[in-house]
């Protein structure tokens, strides 16, 4: 199984970035990228100078997302509803993004229950729950 290193994903996002500027042609996983990256005119200067990613520290205490991490949960996202992985999470972001007039801005309220939901996991050393994680997603589709 792959498993990319942090820097590896940060020269994944800036390479995708360079390139979509670039208009050069993209695979389909870049042009998911590319499409979030454009979502995030704030990460943008972050993604321009590569070997500053790669030195980048991003702290809590800083009071600034980790654009990488962002970005990297949007394709996770969007990946586990293209595959429906954990069943049900496709009908459940598109039910919320109906209810938000926007599939980005419902995007961000599944990264908050994905982000409880591995938080709990490393909390408790046990595997993550996708029960409890979809149910999330559900419960702030439906109210």
Not at 10 to 34: G, V
Not at 125 to 137: E, I, N
């Amino acid at each position: 199984m792959f498993t990319p290193s942090q820097h590896d994903v940060r020269r994944f996002f800036c390479k995708t970035w360079r390139q979509h500027q670039a208009s050069e042609p993209l695979s389909p996983m870049e042009t998911l990228a590319a499409e979030w990256i454009a979502r995030h005119p704030e990460y943008h200067a972050d993604l321009a100078d590569e070997a500053a990613a790669l030195a980048a520290v991003y702290t809590v205490d800083d009071g600034r997302t980790n654009p990488f991490l962002h970005l990297s949960m949007h394709l996770s996202i969007s990946e586990q509803c293209s595959i429906d992985q954990p069943r049900g999470i496709r009908q459940a972001v598109e039910l919320l993004a109906a209810k938000r007039g926007e599939l980005h801005d419902a995007h961000h309220e599944v990264m908050d229950c994905l982000g409880e939901m591995l938080w709990q996991s490393q909390r408790s050393g046990l595997p993550p729950d996708p029960h409890a994680y979809l149910d999330a997603v559900r419960r702030r589709a439906t109210r």
